[in-house]
């Protein structure tokens, strides 16, 4: 029985110096193995990004949140020239035009109207490339001038204090003579050979004028819950004409 536990005891110390001496040679490979092994995880999230589960909940989610954030596309339009075949785009807020028949081509983001003031008088012009808000405007002092469908007459009205009413509807109801779909656009073509003043009742064909066109555009809406106009968008342009 005591030379058993004698020789157990004489193979443990044994194998305690083994391990003492292993330790003593190895242990710092072996400190180092366990210390990169904890610190693997750490270090590939730092070369390689987080895992994917980690990339959407902590990545994704909040930019989905952000996107909620932002406001909803509102409505739109632009305004170019067209004449002889050739699409004009205004420079500095000015075109030059020959006195023959020309047309405004509307590209319209959704069904919708734009509120165009045309004058010989610049005042209005001249406020709204000022930034003045549309009720100090004195050609938007009046609402939409009444027109028939389609432009019939290849007219535009002139007034100091009104403005026409251009737009087009989900059934098909416009005032522009040509509408086409292009993309997610509407694209309403209003053609132009004459000026008719409701200020004077006169009218003008566009090879008869003798000074500069002035137009302001003004998208709007309502708000409903305070109930007050917000203006979407403005464009404004000097119409000059070739001798």
Do not use: C
Request: no cysteine; proline share 5%; charged share 25%.
């Amino acid at each position: 029985m005591n030379g058993d536990f004698i020789q157990k005891n004489t193979f443990y110390e044994r194998w305690m110096n083994q391990t003492k001496m292993l330790l003593k040679k190895w242990g710092w490979l072996i400190f180092l193995a366990a210390f990169f092994g904890t610190q693997i995880d750490t270090l590939r999230e730092y070369y390689l990004g987080p895992p994917a589960e980690q990339s959407l909940e902590s990545i994704s989610q909040p930019l989905r949140d952000e996107a909620q954030k932002l406001p909803p596309v509102e409505k739109n339009f632009h305004v170019r020239f067209e004449q002889d075949g050739y699409l004009i785009e205004p420079m500095n807020h000015e075109v030059t035009l020959n006195k023959e028949e020309f047309s405004m081509v509307f590209e319209l983001s959704e069904p919708m109207g734009v509120l165009v003031n045309a004058s010989f008088d610049d005042d209005t012009y001249a406020l709204a490339a000022q930034g003045n808000p549309k009720d100090l405007l004195p050609g938007f002092r009046n609402t939409g001038m009444a027109e028939v469908s389609s432009n019939p007459d290849r007219e535009i009205l002139l007034s100091y204090d009104s403005p026409n009413y251009w737009h087009y509807d989900v059934s098909g109801e416009s005032r522009f003579n040509e509408v086409e779909m292009r993309g997610h656009a509407i694209i309403g073509k209003r053609t132009l050979r004459n000026f008719y003043d409701v200020d004077s009742d006169r009218s003008t064909g566009v090879e008869a004028v003798s000074q500069p066109l002035y137009l302001v555009f003004i998208s709007s809406k309502w708000e409903t819950q305070t109930f007050v106009e917000l203006e979407i968008k403005r464009e404004y342009v000097k119409v000059n004409w070739r001798e």
